[in-house]
């Protein structure tokens, strides 16, 4: 039994500190699907251009450098801006990161709708709109896994985490379907009007409420204090389990990320497929690259989601999981590039089924890396070590778009780009090789276990 004082010791120290009311509530839905809506239209404005080359080159002169160059601000200004943006959301908190994010998507969504048709010197606002939006990606990339921990018990981290990291492929799948069909029945100025007001309307739920917190946390390290900013440099940088883990999971969806700007090219007219949305038969499905992109990126947002159900029941099993999808991912990244060679049945079907299930178990250990890499680095602010994460990723994708705005392959020479096939699969393989040296550790989740069972032994004590 335990003594008097030391019932009053843990009295003093557990009362005031580890005693502390935990409680959920319904407002965390609304806060993250915001997060999600904003994630969903920064996708679509990005994917905006990619989506219809033909009408952007009718109506604007926009040629596929121009196309390139649009898309590639997302991860240049990633790239160059993150060490900043990790700051800022450790300075001024994730409210503060999300409103003003959403509003500069809603602008720069906004000023793309001024261009008038004919090949001017207006095209500059939709590069200045673009760098806008690009930068919007940086808050979509960190805040997920910050979210999750600051609003979400630890049984559903996890799950919160899954939905705010893979609404980002639900907006390439709309913007695959539904960027096309506007534009073909309406016109392009009415998608981009479409596409400025969803984005204030993003803006104004996210200004309407989204505190910077819950008034009580849904967890012990919910509220605790984070080490600062330099210092978590310093602990990511020196962090070997870490580093293991963020440059597979950097090779791993940097590498899909990118693999999808040079699949029209590898897929191209003279191989049997097209880039038509409209579809009157199964064949002709198979056969449109438009529809592989927005499947293949829809599957993946089911793998992830599933994943992370999977993930807040099996917390201590983040590495096994990660091994065993990434794995698979792997073997469909291999049966996709022998269907393309031809190889094994080079049918459309076969080549449509391999990539989308290859999307389905890669993008399944999007949110498990994210969880993971909080975990290993706990305290450093989960945007930190969410923003060294996504900054890997987005290296890995402006490998290909720069190699594509090169022009080291293109539609004359199909067969250059058909190589990149075995690029794609090999760096799934080295993608599992960084994360079988990965120790795994579970820095945060000991913690919220240890204060749950230091709150147990006084209430058992002082009954």
Not at 134 to 144: D, T, Y
Request: glycine share 6%.
């Amino acid at each position: 039994e335990r003594s008097p004082d030391l019932c009053v010791a843990m009295d003093v120290e557990v009362v005031s500190h580890l005693l502390k009311p935990f409680k959920v509530y319904p407002g965390r839905f609304y806060v993250l699907a915001v997060l999600a809506l904003l994630a969903i239209q920064q996708n679509v404005a990005w994917m905006t251009f990619g989506t219809i080359p033909d009408e952007s080159y009718k109506h604007f002169g926009l040629s596929d450098d121009d196309i390139t160059l649009l898309a590639a601000y997302g991860p240049i200004v990633f790239i160059v801006l993150i060490i900043p943006a990790m700051w800022f959301l450790d300075r001024f908190g994730l409210n503060f990161t999300v409103i003003i994010s959403a509003w500069v998507l809603a602008i720069g969504s906004t000023i793309r709708c001024f261009v008038p048709d004919g090949h001017s010197w207006w095209i500059i606002l939709f590069h200045i709109g673009h760098i806008m939006i690009a930068f919007v990606g940086l808050a979509i990339m960190m805040c997920p896994p910050r979210l999750s921990s600051v609003w979400f018990p630890p049984k559903q981290r996890a799950f919160a985490t899954a939905v705010t990291t893979l609404a980002e492929s639900m907006g390439i799948t709309i913007a695959f379907l539904a960027l096309p069909y506007i534009t073909k029945k309406y016109s392009i100025h009415t998608m981009l009007y479409i596409q400025a007001e969803m984005s204030i309307c993003v803006a104004v739920l996210a200004t309407i409420y989204f505190p910077p917190k819950p008034s009580t946390p849904p967890s012990p390290t919910a509220d605790q204090e984070r080490v600062p900013f330099l210092k978590s440099m310093k602990l990511l940088l020196t962090n070997v389990p870490f580093l293991f883990l963020a440059i597979s999971g950097g090779i791993s969806t940097g590498s899909n990320m990118g693999f999808s700007s040079v699949l029209p090219i590898i897929l191209n007219p003279t191989s049997g497929f097209t880039n038509n949305v409209g579809i009157s038969s199964w064949s002709q499905f198979f056969h449109s690259n438009a529809w592989l992109g927005a499947i293949s990126a829809f599957v993946g947002v089911i793998g992830g989601q599933l994943a992370g159900i999977i993930a807040d029941r099996f917390q201590r099993k983040l590495k096994l999981l990660l091994i065993i999808l990434l794995g698979i991912s792997t073997a469909f990244g291999l049966y996709f590039s022998l269907a393309v060679y031809g190889y094994i049945s080079g049918s459309a079907v076969n080549i449509f089924m391999g990539l989308c299930l290859q999307y389905f178990f890669t993008f399944a250990t999007t949110p498990l890396y994210y969880e993971a890499a909080v975990e290993v680095t706990y305290p450093v602010p989960e945007g930190s070590s969410a923003g060294i994460l996504a900054t890997l990723s987005n290296i890995g994708a402006l490998m290909f778009q720069v190699v594509a705005f090169m022009h080291i392959f293109s539609n004359a020479h199909p067969e250059k780009a058909r190589a990149m096939v075995w690029a794609f699969s090999s760096l799934g393989a080295l993608s599992w090789l960084f994360l079988a040296f990965y120790r795994e550790q579970y820095k945060r989740l000991d913690l919220d276990d240890e204060k749950e069972k230091q709150v147990d032994q006084w209430k058992e004590v002082n009954q």
